[in-house]
């Protein structure tokens, strides 16, 4: 089973950006479509961008369209969500997990332990 660990949270005023990682381990990471979720405090854990296994698709929450990008390198097994003019409801514990799809998909396997991202305003 993967293993997925998330790095690259921290706080950072509103505007602002950060660059999460998400490294995974096993030789199998480039056949896995993978997804970012966030869980913000009170709330349940909400889809965030997912991207297909080759890294030629991907697919966005609207509230993040634009200043969100979900990347990947499959040579590293890592993926990476660029956060840009990020704003203070950005503010959650950010999470990988595969997905059965890039579109709607539902999560699979284990969750990483997630990293904190808080937005100031």
């Known amino acids: 089973q993967v293993q997925l660990v998330e790095t690259g949270g921290g706080l950072v005023q509103a505007g602002g950006s950060l660059r999460l990682s998400c490294a995974a381990s096993?030789?199998?990471?480039?056949?896995?479509?993978m997804a970012w979720f966030r869980q913000a405090p009170g709330k349940e854990r909400e889809f965030v961008a997912a991207?297909?296994?080759?890294?030629?698709?991907?697919y966005y929450v609207d509230s993040v369209k634009g200043r969100l990008t979900i990347s990947r390198d499959n040579a590293k097994n890592t993926m990476y969500l660029q956060m840009n003019s990020l704003k203070p409801e950005d503010t959650a514990v950010y999470y990988c997990?595969?997905?059965?799809?890039?579109?709607?998909?539902?999560?699979?396997?284990?969750w990483g332990q997630g990293t904190q991202v808080t937005v100031s305003s």
């Open positions: 997990t595969r997905t059965s799809s890039v579109v709607r998909g539902v999560p699979l396997g284990t």
């Open positions: 096993g030789r199998t990471f480039s056949s896995y479509h």
């Open positions: 991207i297909s296994g080759s890294g030629r698709s991907t």
